[in-house]
C-alpha cells in the first residue's frame, strides 16, 4: 500500500533553514556486464558520477517490499561501483520528520524513501539535493506527473520509484464492460438502483476532495496555480471548478445518500457484497477483494460530459538525497540507479507498486497485469496533490464544501466561495 489516503496529509513543522545544494561531476565506469542491459541514456547519466572515496551509504525504506526490494539493490550496487550500503526501515512518511533532527546531526540516511506530499516541507527545512542527474532527456522518461510530484517550484529534488492514484471499479456480473463515460454510469443506474436493498450503481467519497478532485479537474479547476506551488492563487472557486462541482450535485441522483453514509468503509462494504457496479478507490482496495464471489475489473475514470478525462490526484514515492550527506556524489548515483527502467521493473515484481516510468507502460509485466495497467493509464490524466505546506489547510474547507452542496443542495459557487476564503483565512494564521 504505497500512499493510503491520509497518510499524504501529514504537516510537519518546519525547524531548519535550507543548506547549500552540492553540485555533481566527475565519470566512472561501472562493470560492462553490469550496464549490457540498461538503456544508453541511462547509463550516459550515471556515467557522470563518480562516488567519494570511502563512501558508505546508509539508506531508509519502509517495512514490506519495498525494504526488501532496496536491500537487493543494496547489493548489486556494491557489486558495481564497490560502495556499501545499509538499508534500514525508516516509515516512509517519518522520514522527512526524523530528519529535522538527524540530518544536522549527522545521523540521518544518505538517501532517503518519502511521499511526494512531504517535499514542500523538506526542501524549507533544506533537508534535500537537488536531482542534478537528468537531464531533460532523463525527465522526459518518466510520467510528468511523477516529476511534477518530486519537484518543488520548478526545481527537480527526488528520484520518482511509484506513483499511486484512483481508478474505477467494476463488478464484471453486473457491468461486462467498464463504462467509458459517466453518462453510461447514469442511463445503467435508471435501471438498476434500489435504495431499500442498497443498490447502487456508482459509489465514491464525494465529502473527501482527494476523490471529488477528479470532477473539479476534470473540468478545469485546480487547488494551487502554477502546478500546485503557488498558494496564492486558488482555483478551486473558478469557474470551472464550479462547473465540475456542480456535476458532482447532480449525481445525487444516482446516489441519494448522505455523505456521511458514503465513507469508505461503507463503499467497500457494499461493493463487496455486489450491492454496488462500480466505485472508485485505489490500488490499495484490491487487498480486501480477495474473497468476493465475483469477478472485478478496474478501468480508467470515465470521460465527463464535456468529454474530457477526470484528474485524479495522484501521489508519487520517490527517493530523495539528504542534503547533510558526506557522500553527495555516491548518493545520488544509488538513486539514479534504483530508479533505471531494469531495477523499476524489478521493483515492480516485488512491490507490485505502479512504477512512473513511461516506457514501461508496454513492458510486458505490466501488460499482463490489467488491473495494473488501468491504474496507469488513468495516471496519465492525474496530477499530483500539491506538496506546499499550505495544502494542510485546504482538505477539511474543501470537504466541508462538498459535503454542503451536496447533503443541503447548497449552490456550489457559494460553497466553494466559502471555501476559499476559509483556505485563506487558515493560511494567512499560519504563516
Not at 547549500?20 to 553490469?34: D, F, H, I, T
Not at 526545481?155 to 463488478?171: C, E, M, V
Not at 485524479?312 to 553527495?328: E, H, Q
Not at 499550505?390 to 447548497?410: F, I
Amino acid at each position: 500500500m504505497l500512499f493510503k489516503r491520509f497518510h499524504l496529509f501529514t504537516s510537519l513543522t518546519v525547524i531548519s533553514s535550507l543548506a547549500l545544494l552540492a553540485a555533481c561531476g566527475g565519470k566512472a565506469s561501472p562493470p560492462a556486464e553490469q550496464e549490457q542491459s540498461r538503456p544508453a541514456d541511462e547509463t550516459v547519466k550515471r556515467e557522470r558520477l563518480k562516488p567519494e572515496a570511502g563512501a558508505q551509504l546508509l539508506v531508509w525504506e519502509s517495512k514490506g517490499p519495498e525494504l526488501d526490494y532496496l536491500k537487493a539493490i543494496a547489493e548489486q550496487f556494491e557489486k558495481a561501483y564497490g560502495v556499501k550500503v545499509k538499508v534500514e526501515p525508516v516509515p516512509a512518511i517519518d522520514s522527512v520528520k526524523k530528519l529535522t533532527t538527524d540530518g544536522p546531526a549527522g545521523l540521518g540516511a544518505d538517501v532517503f524513501a518519502a511521499p511526494h506530499d512531504q517535499l514542500g516541507n523538506a526542501v524549507l527545512a533544506g533537508l534535500v539535493l537537488q536531482n542534478d542527474v537528468f537531464d531533460e532527456s532523463a525527465r522526459s522518461e518518466y510520467m510528468e506527473s511523477a516529476i511534477d510530484g518530486v519537484s518543488n517550484k520548478g526545481t527537480l529534488y527526488g528520484f520518482p520509484t511509484a506513483i499511486d492514484t484512483y481508478a474505477l471499479y467494476y463488478n464484471k456480473s453486473l457491468l461486462p464492460t467498464p463504462p467509458k463515460t459517466y453518462e453510461d454510469i447514469v442511463k445503467f443506474a435508471a435501471g438498476y438502483n434500489d435504495p431499500k436493498n442498497k443498490k447502487y450503481a456508482f459509489m465514491w467519497n464525494v465529502g473527501q476532495l482527494y476523490q471529488s478532485y477528479s470532477f473539479l479537474a476534470g473540468y478545469g479547476g485546480y487547488v494551487f496555480g502554477s502546478k500546485g506551488t503557488d498558494a496564492g492563487d486558488i482555483g478551486l472557486n473558478h469557474a470551472k471548478a464550479i462547473e465540475g462541482a456542480s456535476y458532482i450535485q447532480s449525481l445525487k441522483q444516482i446516489l441519494p445518500l448522505n455523505t456521511n453514509d458514503i465513507n469508505d468503509n461503507i463503499i467497500t462494504g457494499f461493493f463487496q457484497e455486489g450491492k454496488t457496479a462500480a466505485v472508485i478507490n485505489g490500488p490499495w482496495l484490491q487487498s480486501s477483494l480477495t474473497q468476493v464471489n465475483f469477478e472485478y475489473g478496474v478501468a480508467p475514470l470515465p470521460l465527463l460530459p464535456n468529454g474530457q478525462h477526470p484528474i485524479s490526484f495522484s501521489g508519487i514515492r520517490g527517493l530523495y538525497v539528504n542534503s547533510y550527506t558526506k557522500y553527495p556524489e555516491a548518493a545520488k548515483l544509488f538513486a539514479s540507479y534504483a530508479t533505471s527502467k531494469p531495477n523499476l521493473t524489478k521493483r515492480f515484481e516485488m512491490t507490485k507498486q505502479l512504477p512512473p516510468r513511461k516506457d514501461m507502460m508496454e513492458d510486458p509485466i505490466l501488460i499482463q497485469d490489467a488491473n495494473a495497467s488501468a491504474f496507469l493509464e488513468q495516471a496519465k490524466y492525474s496530477a499530483p496533490m500539491p506538496s506546499i505546506p499550505e495544502m494542510g489547510n485546504v482538505w477539511v474547507p474543501a470537504g466541508a464544501a462538498l459535503s454542503s452542496l451536496w447533503n443541503s443542495n447548497q449552490d456550489p459557487r457559494t460553497a466553494l466561495n466559502n471555501a476559499v476564503e476559509q483556505i485563506k483565512t487558515a493560511i494567512k494564521t499560519t504563516k
